[in-house]
């Protein structure tokens, strides 16, 4: 332990440490097991429809994102939690010989410890201890690129670490409030910290409303210009990104990792009937999200919110895509939005590639009487054509067959119809007019009749 603490230096002095060089890790997942302490438990109740061994594969993970050497892993059932420690005092001495033979230098519990528990944790196991809120904060920290991400991200470990702020160190002492024996006491170092703490909150917030003004001003400019937004949702390592590039032919970070982005990407798309779209990337969710977190990501969330259309992807070769969906559904109603209306959330089952063909069939087969979800590989490119197909005409119609008859006159409207039409034939006539024949949507014929009367007008 550190003799002095950097908290209102540095939002992730504490985890500073993990950054850099290779730290050996020990991850532990404590499973309540009595219905009591389950419902007690408010932020893990989402968790609870996943199975131990997930949710331990599941913080591997997130100690794997930051690039952690697990050196042991493992689930234990917790019956009665203890409010010194929450775990029982003989799994605590266990723990310690683990830590110590491995020579850990980090123990990741992924359950919510209080300050008091995770400071008396570290000092039995005579090791740094991180648990589920700590190691999310952690690997935001360092996937946040943009400056709004840092800021929230900031705000969020200050916020965090508010309430760590508990007596550990031997320097807290009571400060002297002024010159001689009339002085009196001051405040304590705890106290000046948490002053310090607040002040920056305060400041980040500050700077955090600036940032979403000028969010808020782009999102007016692009109201203001009729192109719908479109944003993928998902739990973590769905394979948004991937699905985000294979559709815009970006390049965006996309890699088999908790949280490998983080920021918000957004890009203007064209379908093949003309169709133009912003399309929004967003940050993964996940189970038993940190709520410093949901409330430092809801600028970035209100994307999703503001969408015209929501991809909702689930990675369904993982065995608990159905709890990933729900907890996906839990998010988005928590923001509001109404995850069974399918007409405006789509469906997608994401890295189909993985699945056997007779898996592939049984699991469509089951959603045979529920609206059809669409099956695609964002890494084949199998199902794209149909994804764009139905997002295009979710936002823009059905598409149709119809013709345009140009006079001379009207020639300069030849590029506009190419653009948003699919011309399937074209006739010359000698009057100089020509008729052309294409495939476009709703929007993209009501447009162009809307076109030729103005140019007509004029």
Known sequence: MADKPKAADDPRADDGALAGEITKAVVVTPVLTSARTQGEEGGARARMSLSPQARLEEAVGLAEAIDLEIVHSETFPVS??????????????????????????????????????QRNL?????????????????????RARTKEGRLQVDLAHLEYQRGRLVRSWTHLERQRGGGGFMGGPGETQIEADRRLLQERIIRIKRELETVRRTRDLHRAKRRK???????????????KSTLFNRLTGASVMAEDMLFATLDPTLRRVRFPHGTVVILSDTVGFISDLPTHLVAAFRATLEEVVEADLVIHLRDISDPDTAAHATDVEDVLASLGVDAADTSHIIEVWNKIDRLSESDRERLLRDEANKTPPVAVSAVTGE?????????????????????????????????WVYRHGEVTGRENHEDGSITIRLRATD????????????????
Request: net charge negative; charged share 25%; aromatic share 2%.
């Open 80 to 117: 009665a939690p203890r409010p010194a420690t929450l775990i029982g005092a003989g799994k605590v001495s266990a723990l310690a010989g683990i830590v110590a033979e491995s020579e850990a230098e980090l123990v990741v519990v992924d359950h919510q410890l209080s300050p008091v528990q």
């Open 225 to 239: 210009v009729p192109f719908p937004v479109v944003a993928i949702v998902g739990y973590t390592n769905a394979g």
């Open 443 to 458: 929007a993209a014929r009501d447009e162009i009749r809307r076109r030729l009367s103005s140019n007509n007008k004029g």
């Open 122 to 142: 570290e000092r039995e196991l005579k090791a740094k201890v991180l648990d589920r809120t700590g190691l999310i904060l952690e690997i935001f920290g360092r």
């Open 383 to 415: 199902g794209i054509d149909d994804l764009m197909a139905l997002i295009e005409e979710r936002v823009a119609g059905r598409v149709a067959e119809t013709s345009v008859t140009l006079s001379p006159d009207q020639m300069a409207l030849m590029d």
